[in-house]
T-cell receptor
Framework: NAGVTQTPKFQVLKTGQSMTLQCAQD?????MSWYRQDPGMGLRLIHY???????DQGEVPNGYNVSRSTTEDFPLRLLSAAPSQTSVYFC?????????????FGPGTRLTVT | AQSVTQPDIHITVSEGASLELRCNYS??????LFWYVQSPGQGLQLLLK??????LVQGIKGFEAEFKRSQSSFNLRKPSVHWSDAAEYFC????????????FGTGTRLQVTL
């Protein structure tokens, strides 16, 4: 049971390049989320999904796209990278519940846009 | 909308001293509350969580937190800090039915002096 995995661990992009951050979980969790972490700002929600085929925007969605074709995978796409997207990105998952829950976090991807 | 305030950006304590990290939340009902720790260059580890019931919750690594509804607070405590506790600590709030979304505070960086 690997939990939540993210690839790559580190990435350097040039402004305008595109890339996809990968996130996968093997816990059969229906809910998945993407956060970005910036100094002094904590973690902020980018996009989230409550099941395959269902996604929604979080607090800071601009510049990012997501899709959820399977329960296991939730990739985050940067279509045209900007220096403001330099950040550490965390993926998280949790099971479907209307009650108490816990989010399980991946190890993060550190992205630098030059 | 829910929000979290961690008023202390940086705290320094001596090894063996007691620790209290402050967290205040804003939410219309009883929220779900979490404390996470992040060591340098690492991901997030859940220390403890509160959903309901006993307002004093015990977590891992000797940490505890107390939920005080009247003060909208969920402060993290440890009676005797170890040098290995040096890290960044995040308080987070969630709501019933929103297991894909957490709102994080901006974090408190703990430095431990020997």
């Amino acid at each position: 049971n690997a939990g939540v995995t993210q690839t790559p661990k580190f990435q350097v992009l040039k402004t305008g390049q595109s890339m996809t951050l990968q996130c996968a979980q093997d816990m059969n969790h229906e809910y998945m989320s993407w956060y970005r972490q910036d100094p002094g700002m904590g973690l902020r929600l980018i996009h989230y999904s409550v099941g395959a085929g269902i996604t929604d925007q979080g607090e800071v969605p601009n510049g990012y796209n997501v899709s959820r074709s399977t329960t296991e995978d939730f990739p985050l796409r940067l279509l045209s990278a900007a220096p403001s997207q330099t950040s550490v990105y965390f993926c998280a998952s949790s099971y479907r519940t209307s009650g108490p829950f816990e989010q399980y976090f991946g190890p993060g991807t550190r992205l630098t846009v030059t | 909308a829910q929000s979290v305030t961690q008023p202390d950006i940086h705290i320094t304590v001596s090894e063996g001293a007691s620790l209290e990290l402050r967290c205040n939340y804003s939410y219309g009902a009883t929220p779900y509350l979490f404390w996470y720790v992040q060591s340098p260059g690492q991901g997030l580890q859940l220390l403890l969580k509160y959903f309901s019931g006993d307002t004093l919750v015990q977590g891992i690594k000797g940490f505890e937190a107390e939920f005080k509804r009247s003060q909208s607070s969920f402060n993290l405590r440890k009676p005797s800090v170890h040098w290995s506790d040096a890290a960044e600590y995040f308080c987070a709030v969630g709501a019933p039915g929103t297991a894909s979304k957490l709102t994080f505070g901006t974090g408190t960086r703990l430095q431990v002096t020997l």
